[in-house]
């Protein structure tokens, strides 16, 4: 037969500020008594009877909040250090320590025997000490050996084990379940005997396909919200594509690597002294030939003997005879010498024709290479056409980078769509299969649901003689939804349990069809509920402290705290309500006594 698995002693290292709480195995009364006449009316006494489930919950390593009244007040309380006493499944016994000054660094023992006190053990008597406050709960979830909550911790269940006023305002929504759905549904799922890994997984497939939707959006909102088709992107790089490597042809024609400058520069220079030599050359020798054209038109023989004859006879002399003979042979002469010179000149000539016609030839040709040089030196040509395409091949490549980019985001776009097509099938499979088990934990009586919810009915129908109905079903998106009634006599769901104090019996009465539900698994036995009897008429309550009785014979160890104005009316002289041994902590307004810590209020 398994352990206890229930509380045993809550104490502190100064005991007269913090007397220690002896649990027993069964009913475990916090009781405050309200003695001054004066409180009677007030709506609360700060006696410290819902300070126990705290103090219980920091000692199971609850994280560190700020506007706890441990940390709140730490000047008040860093003296203090904290132990409790929890029974194991083997029989044996774990005490926790946990200080306020270090509330991060936690010591654990087993031992035997209960009721032990190692407020003043050196650290080197635990087990463990000094435990990082992660790694600490990490072995306290393996010491307790709470291995029905699986796959999940020990702290996820602490919330229906540990009910504190302002956890009865949802009967399955805790106020430490502050999350998202998918943080806690699994779990209680998991505790009613439901396949919790479906919706789990359910929970990340939606997760996920919100993630992968997400993604696809901030996509289409990067390409402008039009979205093009791939084909249509992919034709227009190809086309921009093939035009860039055009261009890239065209400006590796204008190579000069090659060249260089300075030569060529020279060589200009080179070219313009030959041009001038050329010149030059030219010059002289046009002068030369005018000067041959002048000799050749000034040789002719320009005397004519019959007009000269004409002008001696009008002169009165006689040109006749001997004087007109040898005129004629000094002009015979004059005409022989004046015809042999000019073939001199006229070869010259041409000589100088052939000359001028070559070098106006080679003049042509250098003016076209000067021309050429001139234009590769200053650039105004060649390097304005390469800066023209440069920049037009800029452009185009900014062009196709943009296309790119918009490429991989429509590849991008559609690989998403496959996933979330792929995502939405997966969860729609996952919502079928969720569905098919919960209908078939309904439909089984002999399920952990059905069993829940047969002692669930059992309790609230013992305590108000009403009907509940504690019913599991998933929705349209294949969430789950837990709801817990009260029938009226026809059977339906009356709006009875929406008011405060019918809503928390429901939360006791569910709390205890859980535990009695597995209490043959290594799951906790104890429940702690703050005020669980105000709001209730004297016979209910008297109908409900029955039922806690019960459940306690049958293994549940219940903690419960009261106020004694909330004790059923006894007659006078009657049997008192509770056993002494079952009140294990009594609080009054009586002074500083009679609060759980026996120190001015704070």
Not at 159 to 171: E, H, N, T
Request: charged residues 30%; contains cysteine; proline residues 2%.
């Amino acid at each position: 037969m398994l352990g206890r698995m229930k509380l045993s002693k809550l104490y502190s290292n100064t005991p007269l500020n913090f007397g220690p709480v002896k649990f027993i195995p069964g009913l475990n009364v916090v009781l405050a008594e309200i003695r001054l006449p004066e409180n009677r009316k007030r709506d609360t006494h700060n006696l410290g009877k819902t300070t126990v489930g705290r103090m219980l919950d920091f000692c199971f390593l609850a994280g560190r909040d700020p506007k706890f009244f441990l940390f709140k007040h730490a000047d008040r309380f860093n003296n203090f250090v904290f132990f409790l006493e929890v029974e194991l499944a083997d029989g044996s016994f774990l005490t926790i320590r946990r200080s306020v000054a270090e509330a991060s660094k936690i010591a654990f023992k087993k031992h035997v025997a209960a009721n032990q006190d190692f407020s003043t053990t050196a650290d080197a008597a635990w087990d463990h000490s000094d435990v990082p406050f992660e790694r600490a709960r990490e072995l306290l979830d393996s010491l307790l050996d709470w291995r029905a909550l699986k796959p999940w911790a020990y702290r996820k269940g602490l919330g229906y084990l540990l009910r504190s006023q302002d956890d009865f305002r949802d009967v399955f929504h805790l106020r430490r379940f502050a999350g998202v759905h998918a943080d806690w549904k699994p779990f209680l799922a998991h505790i009613l005997g439901f396949k919790a890994e479906l919706i789990s997984r359910h929970y990340d497939k939606e997760r996920e396909l919100a993630e992968k939707q997400a993604t696809a959006q901030t996509i289409r909102q990067e390409l402008g919200g039009s979205v093009e088709d791939a084909s249509k992107i992919d034709g227009i790089l190809l086309l921009k594509q093939q035009e860039a490597d055009k261009k890239q042809q065209l400006l590796d024609a204008f190579d000069f690597r090659a060249q260089d400058k300075a030569q060529t520069k020279q060589l200009v220079e080179e070219v313009d002294d030959r041009i001038g030599a050329l010149n030059a050359r030219r010059y002289s020798l046009t002068q030369n030939k005018k000067k041959i054209v002048s000799s050749l038109d000034e040789g002719q023989i320009l005397f004519n003997p019959d007009e000269a004859r004409k002008l001696f006879l009008e002169a009165g002399v006689l040109f006749e005879g001997q004087l007109k003979k040898d005129y004629q042979q000094l002009i015979s002469f004059n005409k022989a010498i004046t015809d042999e010179r000019r073939v001199y000149l006229q070869e010259e000539r041409e000589e100088i024709d052939a000359e001028l016609k070559q070098i106006g030839t080679e003049l042509n040709t250098l003016g076209k290479r000067r021309s050429e040089m001139l234009a590769f030196l200053s650039g105004t040509d060649a390097f304005g056409k390469y800066k023209q395409v440069s920049a037009e091949l800029v452009t185009l490549r900014a062009d196709i980078t943009s296309l790119e980019r918009q490429r991989a985001f429509l590849h991008r776009l559609q690989e998403l769509r496959t996933e979330i097509r792929t995502l939405t099938e997966e969860r729609g499979r996952l919502q079928s299969e969720i569905e098919a088990d919960v209908e078939a934990q309904n439909a089984d009586k002999m399920s952990l649901f059905s069993t829940i919810r047969l002692f669930f009915n059992e309790i609230v129908e013992e305590v108000v003689d009403r009907k509940a109905l504690l019913s599991v079903s998933p929705n349209k998106e294949g969430h789950l939804e837990f709801r817990a009634e009260i029938l009226d006599e026809a059977g339906n769901a009356t709006s009875a349990d929406l008011g405060h104090t019918y809503r928390k019996l429901l939360c006791v009465a569910f709390d205890m069809a859980i535990l009695r539900a597995h209490l043959h698994e290594n799951f906790p036995r104890f429940v702690y509920h703050d005020g669980v009897l105000e709001s209730l008429d004297d016979r209910k309550k008297e109908n409900l402290l029955t039922v806690i009785r019960r459940y306690t014979s049958l293994g549940v160890q219940s903690i419960i705290t009261l106020i004694d104005s909330d004790l059923p009316t006894r007659a006078e002289g009657g049997p008192a309500f509770f056993d002494d041994s079952e009140i294990v902590l009594l609080l009054h307004d009586e002074g500083e006594n009679g609060r759980l810590f026996r120190m001015p209020g704070w």
